[in-house]
């Protein structure tokens, strides 16, 4: 089956510090990945994509590459803000599948001043 | 227009009582999603309607049943529910459902089952 594992937070930084939340996955079959954020009471945004293998997805300083040959997606940040305090979800949709995501157990980060 | 709505934000209703969630999009997407979100966990698909019809429910039990009235709406009807059934319900939806591409989430619906 398919399945999404992510670092167990909480990760704790201070401002500007370099952020990753390291992803792995596998798929049964060719796998589209996303990171989603969610911030204290609100629902999910998508925060970044990649539908192919080598394929980097960027989004407000955030970046994460489709690795095939390790079956990553690691979330990278160069400096992080207070105000990227949130739960980031790693997740992955199986081309044919009826698009269902599927989803890692999240992984909070918390930035202090 | 690049969002998904859902109403009510917030909803407190009793063991016996019968209620309904809203959710709207006008992205012109033809699949609609249901999740179930408990505290500090990833969300828990509940149901996916592709074109209006009912494509997946995942052994939801029959105290939460879903309606599509059309391509835009997506409603879940509640009754019966238990103290267990309180969450963040979120509706999400994606252009179609026959391959993979994002979803759009709304915001939620804090549910409390007193």
């Known amino acids: 089956g398919n399945s999404v594992t992510q670092m167990e937070g909480p990760v704790t930084l201070s401002e500007e510090a370099f952020l990753t939340i390291n992803c792995t996955y596998t798929?049964?079959?060719?796998?589209?990945l996303f990171w989603y954020v969610q911030y204290p009471g609100e629902g999910l945004q998508l925060l970044l994509k990649?539908?192919?293998?080598?394929d980097k997805g960027s989004n407000k300083g955030f970046e994460a590459t489709y690795r095939k040959e390790t079956t990553s997606f690691h979330l990278e940040k160069g400096s992080v803000q207070v105000s990227d305090s949130a739960v980031y979800f790693c997740?992955?949709?199986?081309?044919?599948?009826?698009?269902?995501?599927?989803f890692g157990g999240g992984t909070r980060l918390m930035v202090k001043p | 227009d690049t969002e998904v709505t859902q109403t009510p934000k917030h909803l407190v209703m009793g063991m016996t009582n019968k209620k309904s969630l809203k959710c709207e999009q006008h992205?012109?997407?033809?699949?609609m999603y249901w999740y179930k979100q408990k505290a500090k966990k990833p969300p828990e698909l509940m149901f996916v309607y592709s074109y209006e019809k009912l494509s997946i429910n995942e052994s939801v039990p029959s105290r939460f049943s879903p309606e599509c009235p059309n391509s835009s709406l997506l409603n879940l009807h509640l009754h019966a529910l238990q103290p267990e059934d309180s969450a963040l319900y979120l509706c999400?939806?994606?252009?179609?459902?026959?391959?993979?591409?994002?979803?759009?989430f709304g915001p939620g619906t804090r549910l409390t089952v007193l």
């Open positions: 999400a939806s994606s252009p179609t459902s026959g391959r993979a591409s994002e979803q759009f």
């Open positions: 990649a539908t192919k293998a080598d």
């Open positions: 997740a992955l949709s199986v081309y044919n599948a009826g698009n269902m995501l599927t």
């Open positions: 798929a049964t079959g060719y796998p589209s």
């Open positions: 992205m012109g997407h033809r699949a």
